[in-house]
């Protein structure tokens, strides 16, 4: 049987193998969504521990023959709060790899962001992926979590009303969004931004000096002996005394 599907994949035609690729890839996609239906189901029942297994991780492990960092992202995946990627990848619309990335983006949300704020990234990482490579959905969610911490960051600030609770505004934060100025808090920041030299910098400077130190004893003695020659030439002895 596997002799004839390879004569028969060698008689494709070149649009015919290329809708075969993408058929291919949609069966692999849904059967890796069956597998995480079941992973899910053994995790909820806590089978592995009544198979002898201290984890699901480590029933997979055993079980299946896959690695530790496999096992782990399967579990992660297959109990993560994701029904709108989940039935894409049973779709086939998404892969394995897109569903990794989006579990991994909501599996960091903090208990404070809320379901309905949660589902709204989920669909719109799903779109994302729907489009882009896996790499463009793990972009897309270091920026959903940079947004959930300015959020945090800026909610903590507005509820300490009194002014000493503030944090100081120093020069080098004049573009930062982490402390911006109110009505009743008005900031004048100055135009001009200060530098504080690195400490590379600052060896970098030390050398420099030191090197000068080193320099000049040689460039006078240097200097010395090209007046001590020159009054050899000329005969002239207040030149070789340097008067």
């Given at each position: 049987?596997?002799?004839?599907?390879?004569?028969?994949?060698?008689?494709?035609?070149?649009?015919?193998?290329?809708?075969?690729?993408?058929?291919?890839?949609?069966?692999?996609?849904?059967?890796?969504?069956?597998?995480?239906?079941?992973?899910?189901?053994?995790?909820?029942?806590?089978?592995?521990?009544?198979?002898?297994?201290?984890?699901?991780?480590?029933?997979?492990?055993?079980?299946?023959?896959?690695?530790?960092?496999?096992?782990?992202?399967?579990?992660?995946?297959?109990?993560a709060v994701m029904p709108?990627?989940?039935?894409?990848?049973?779709?086939?619309?998404?892969?394995?790899?897109?569903?990794?990335?989006i579990a991994h983006v909501?599996?960091?949300?903090?208990?404070?962001?809320?379901?309905?704020?949660?589902?709204?990234?989920?669909?719109?990482?799903?779109?994302?992926?729907?489009?882009?490579?896996?790499?463009?959905?793990?972009?897309?969610?270091?920026?959903?979590?940079?947004?959930?911490?300015?959020?945090?960051?800026?909610?903590?600030?507005?509820?300490?009303?009194?002014?000493?609770?503030?944090p100081r505004p120093i020069?080098?934060?004049?573009?930062?969004?982490?402390?911006?100025?109110?009505?009743?808090?008005?900031?004048?920041?100055?135009?001009?931004?200060?530098?504080?030299?690195?400490?590379?910098?600052?060896?970098?400077?030390?050398?420099?000096?030191?090197?000068?130190?080193?320099?000049?004893?040689?460039?006078?003695?240097?200097?010395?002996?090209?007046?001590?020659?020159?009054?050899?030439?000329?005969?002239?002895?207040?030149?070789?005394?340097?008067?």
């Amino acid at each position: 049987m596997d002799n004839t599907e390879q004569v028969l994949e060698w008689r494709l035609s070149d649009e015919e193998l290329t809708a075969e690729l993408h058929t291919a890839e949609r069966e692999l996609c849904r059967a890796y969504a069956r597998m995480l239906a079941v992973v899910g189901e053994i995790e909820q029942r806590d089978l592995a521990a009544g198979k002898g297994f201290r984890s699901t991780q480590a029933m997979l492990v055993r079980s299946l023959r896959v690695s530790w960092k496999e096992a782990r992202a399967r579990v992660e995946q297959a109990t993560a709060v994701m029904p709108v990627a989940r039935g894409a990848l049973a779709a086939g619309e998404i892969n394995a790899e897109h569903a990794g990335e989006i579990a991994h983006v909501l599996g960091q949300a903090p208990d404070s962001v809320r379901p309905e704020e949660s589902a709204g990234h989920e669909t719109v990482l799903v779109v994302l992926a729907r489009q882009a490579r896996p790499s463009a959905v793990r972009k897309a969610g270091v920026g959903i979590r940079d947004r959930r911490a300015d959020s945090a960051q800026l909610a903590g600030a507005g509820t300490k009303t009194d002014p000493r609770h503030r944090p100081r505004p120093i020069p080098s934060q004049q573009h930062s969004t982490a402390w911006p100025p109110t009505e009743n808090h008005p900031v004048a920041f100055s135009p001009y931004r200060t530098h504080r030299p690195s400490k590379h910098s600052e060896r970098r400077a030390g050398a420099r000096r030191a090197t000068t130190r080193l320099r000049a004893p040689l460039e006078r003695h240097a200097s010395g002996g090209s007046r001590h020659r020159h009054a050899e030439r000329s005969g002239d002895p207040h030149d070789e005394l340097g008067v």
